[in-house]
């Protein structure tokens, strides 16, 4: 008696949920990045196994990411987001064996509140940063490689204090179609961590189309690091779409933190350059891209610098929610002791 | 490792040979307003049949999805019964596309109701006030002490926007609206509640014989409460624009059409594509829309 009861509420339940999915604006997506990875190099920084590892990881499988986004539109004026994300989690179970599985964590959880003030939107809750969003956008192939800020410290091992999330409020807006602007005010500690400190993160943006086809972009961010240092991210870029078909961009960012000292206590920058392009061939079934990005982790060092070239093609034999996206990823460092690392990936990119 | 770079270049070169061959063959593809598809497919079947060498894809989905893929190039034309909204002339001009739109057709926007419901005509201001949820009951506009029941169309649909900006003077809608997913939807909703109101393109209202659909009735609409009240079935009061909920239905293309996309175009506004217009029970261009459509196509 107890489970038909149950069964029931269950069933309507349900049904209740198809119902107001049906009629309110809410939507579900998710989307997933699987790789198959194979070194093709066996000697450079990344590729080459360690020492007395005959059996060292050249080729797998992995879910480098799996999204899964819920929003529901209440209004013209109102919406709400949460997106839970998916990663690899270093943990240990009870019995202090390994455990890494890929775990869920909340990457957006906001409101967004549209035209309070004309032609803007407010954001408030964990929300996309402004600092790499735009350039995102139109690389468009986070399935493939993080943009050039966002996947810094994946590359270089560097902390820049760059993340594609956090905990604040933002406002975006544009005064006509050639001016748009951005400014943003969060913990600064990301969304995998909560506030550590009583400093914000102010972040500011403008965003200029003088030709329709042509944007320029200027970014900055501040964050007080402690009592007497602070940070800053200056940032650049430029976006060509004027050729049909063609999308053609240039990030350029400058991390200035005070407590970036080297040994000898001279304080150095850190910055990067990135230049990608990508064609498409015919829309939703088949576009090639590349990428060039330039690392400098300590400026006040010659030996550090690490160049990464990306390039491959994006094809949807079947439909576009299942693509196939081989690329290779290929890395030379400017100390003569790092051997240049050659990775190709055969990407599936699916989103349903 | 050379060995390794020159297998995945040879492999990528070859799996993308077959692939851009195939990128040659043109479609022309039409995306957009779920007003406009029924009309716009039947206009490309009949193109088809006349220049049997070009192909056409038409498919709905909305007018906001139109624009969309337009600006996003995934189609040539995008079929749209409302304006660019300001956000859609925005993208567009970021990512360099310049639109040019052509009306094909004029649509006068129905209000309908079960053909139980005994109201004969609204006015703009009481529609205004039923879709914004500030009257609820029948009652209030002279119809019987019950509940109004609204059956409108999601945001991503022209005719959405449309009725928002003409009719509720850029206000919300109430929460209680039921958004459904296309014109036949919401008359299957007004088919089978008494109470129910809805909007639809004026196309939808006629079964196979031309007739209005068994079990529906099709409001007149005042312009103010002095002003007589006309149906959007009298092909006079919408061309003259007495009937106030009539809309042009848009065309856009990116930039200048290529000389296949300006053919179709030419086709629909010509006279051939207006009989089929017509007959279809949405109302022929005038002499301005045809003029600007012409100045467009140069």
């Known amino acids: 008696m107890k489970n038909k009861i149950l069964r029931i509420a269950l069933a309507l339940g349900f049904i209740i949920l198809c119902q107001a999915a049906l009629l309110a604006q809410q939507t579900f997506t998710t989307t997933i990045y699987l790789d198959y990875t194979y070194f093709l190099t066996n000697k450079g920084w990344i590729t080459a196994p360690p020492p007395g590892n005959p059996s060292f990881m050249n080729n797998f499988f992995t879910f480098r990411r799996a999204y899964f986004r819920y929003e529901n539109k209440i209004s013209d004026n109102l919406k709400f987001r949460l997106t839970y994300d998916a990663d690899y989690v270093k943990a240990v179970d009870a019995s202090g064996k390994k455990d890494d599985k890929l775990r869920p964590f909340i990457k957006h959880l906001n409101f967004e509140w549209s035209n309070l003030i004309p032609n803007s939107s407010i954001k408030v809750g964990m929300t996309d940063t402004l600092t790499f969003k735009l350039a995102e956008d139109k690389w468009g192939y986070r399935s493939v490689a993080k943009t050039l800020t966002d996947g810094y410290k994946d590359v270089t091992g560097t902390e820049i204090d760059a993340s594609s999330a956090d905990l604040g409020a933002s406002i975006n807006g544009s005064i006509s179609k050639q001016i748009r602007y951005g400014f943003m005010v969060t913990n600064g500690a990301g969304y995998s961590h909560p506030e550590g400190d009583k400093f914000k993160k102010f972040m500011a943006q403008i965003h200029l189309i003088p030709i329709a086809g042509f944007s320029l972009v200027g970014y900055v961010d501040y964050e007080k690091q402690d009592s007497s240092n602070k940070a800053f991210t200056y940032k650049a870029d430029a976006f060509l779409e004027m050729v049909k078909n063609l999308v053609i961009g240039v990030e350029y960012f400058v991390y200035d933190n005070d407590k970036n000292l080297a040994a000898d206590l001279r304080h150095y920058d850190i910055s990067g350059l990135s230049l990608f392009g990508r064609f498409t061939f015919k829309p939703d079934v088949l576009s090639i891209f590349a990428r060039f990005d330039r690392y400098e982790p300590n400026s006040k060092n010659a030996n550090d610098q690490v160049s990464l070239i990306i390039a491959g093609f994006d094809w949807a034999p079947l439909h576009k929610s299942l693509r196939i996206q081989p690329n290779i990823l290929y890395y030379t460092y400017a100390d003569p002791a790092k051997k240049d690392d050659a990775i190709f990936n055969l990407t599936f990119f699916l989103s349903f | ?298």
């Open chain 2, 1 to 298: 490792m050379k060995k390794w770079l020159s297998i995945a270049v040879i492999g990528l070169s070859l799996a993308l040979i077959p692939q851009m061959s195939l990128a040659q063959k043109k479609m022309i593809q039409v995306k957009g307003s779920d007003t406009m598809v029924n009309l716009v497919q039947i206009l490309a079947e009949e193109y088809m049949a006349r220049s049997p060498k070009q192909a056409l894809a038409v498919l709905g989905g909305g007018s906001g999805t139109g624009v969309s893929a337009l600006i996003n190039g995934t189609c040539d034309i995008a079929d749209h019964s409302r304006e660019w909204k300001q956000k859609e002339i925005e993208q567009a001009w970021e990512k360099g596309v310049k639109p040019r739109f052509f009306i094909i057709a004029v649509d006068g926007l129905s209000i309908i109701v079960n053909e139980r419901n005994p109201i004969e005509k609204l006015t703009m201001a009481e529609l205004g006030a039923i879709y914004r949820g500030e009257v609820k009951n029948w009652k209030v506009v002279g119809g019987p002490d019950k509940p109004i029941s609204l059956y409108g169309r999601q945001s991503n649909s022209g005719t959405y926007v449309f009725m928002q900006e003409h009719v509720l003077g850029n206000k919300n809608y109430s929460m209680d609206m039921k958004e459904m997913n296309g014109n036949a939807q919401i008359i299957e909703g007004i088919l089978q509640d008494e109470n129910g109101v809805g909007y639809v393109g004026v196309g939808y209202l006629f079964d196979s014989s031309g007739n209005v659909r068994k079990g529906l009735k099709v409001l007149k609409v005042a312009k103010d409460a002095n002003s007589p009240a006309y149906s959007p079935l009298d092909k006079t009061s919408v061309d003259s624009g007495r009937y106030p909920v009539a809309r042009p239905l848009f065309q856009a293309t990116n930039g200048k059409p290529s000389p296949a996309v300006a053919d179709f175009i030419m086709f629909e506004t010509g006279p051939e594509g207006q009989k089929i217009v017509e007959r279809e029970g949405f109302f022929t261009i005038g002499a301005a829309h045809r003029e600007s459509n012409e100045k467009n196509l140069r």
